[in-house]
């Protein structure tokens, strides 16, 4: 079965520099979650699409801003990068996100180095 | 406040003994209980999930966990551990059903020794 895909699956970037990380969610499933895991830490949400509409926003930084696509693939773009941004980022996907609950699925992440 | 606590941050069990992980959540509703593991290096596989209804559920690779209202607690167990279920375990709740996020517990990291 087709699973979430996650691209990179690795990055190193410079402080100050920018990064765009790209996901693309099962067929099908139009809601999407990014999450950072920074290192020892547990996943926190950093925000979600629905129908290329954000959805819900957690804690992510003002430096960040994400989109979802027509094709609802989306991308996290990561500007001014500090060392604190290194992390596990995930993505998940699910259908939508009204009446029943829908599981999300996990992609692999993209381990994100900044030096 | 709301919250995820795996009081065990790290247990070491011999291969072939049970496994028992701990989850307390802090919301005002029963919210949606989930258990995750993460290999190294991997991302996160769903183990089990729990709605409503029976509070016994079964999970992948052998895995249940049991919900218990009085104690706001969702405990993962395996009857014998096998040396590839070395991983950290994530619980993982979403508070309500108009509220998809998943907020997660610290992890406990699992050893398995020979």
């Known amino acids: 079965a087709a699973g979430v895909i996650q691209s990179p699956r690795h990055l190193i970037k410079e402080k100050r520099e920018t990064a765009t990380l790209k996901c693309y969610p099962i067929?099908?499933?139009?809601?999407v979650y990014w999450y950072q895991q920074g290192p020892g830490q547990d996943p926190q949400f950093l925000i979600s699409?629905?129908?290329?509409?954000?959805?819900d926003k957690g804690s992510i930084p003002d430096r960040f801003s994400a989109q979802q696509f027509s094709d609802y693939h989306s991308e996290l773009n990561m500007s001014s990068l500090e060392l604190g941004d290194s992390a596990l980022y995930f993505c998940?996907?699910?259908?939508?996100?009204?009446?029943?609950?829908?599981?999300?699925?996990f992609g692999p992440g993209t381990r994100l180095t900044v030096l | 406040a709301q919250s995820v606590t795996q009081p065990d941050i790290h247990i070491t069990v011999s291969e072939g003994a049970s496994l028992e992980l701990r989850c307390n959540y802090s919301?005002?509703?029963?919210?949606?209980l989930f258990w995750y593991v993460q290999s190294p290096g991997q991302g996160l596989q769903l183990l089990l999930k729990?709605?409503?209804?029976?509070?016994l559920v079964q999970g992948i690779k052998g895995f249940e966990a049991e919900f218990k209202r009085s104690q706001s607690s969702f405990n993962l167990r395996k009857p014998s551990v096998h040396w590839s279920d070395a991983a950290e375990y994530f619980c993982?709740?979403?508070?309500?059903?108009?509220?998809?996020?998943?907020?997660f517990g610290a992890g406990t990291t699992v050893t398995v020794r020979a």
């Open positions: 699409f629905y129908e290329k509409m954000q959805s």
């Open positions: 067929p099908r499933h139009d809601t």
């Open positions: 729990y709605f409503s209804g029976d509070t």
């Open positions: 919301y005002g509703a029963t919210p949606y």
């Open positions: 998940a996907s699910s259908l939508p996100p009204y009446g029943s609950y829908n599981e999300q699925f």
């Open positions: 993982a709740v979403a508070p309500d059903p108009n509220d998809y996020k998943l907020s």
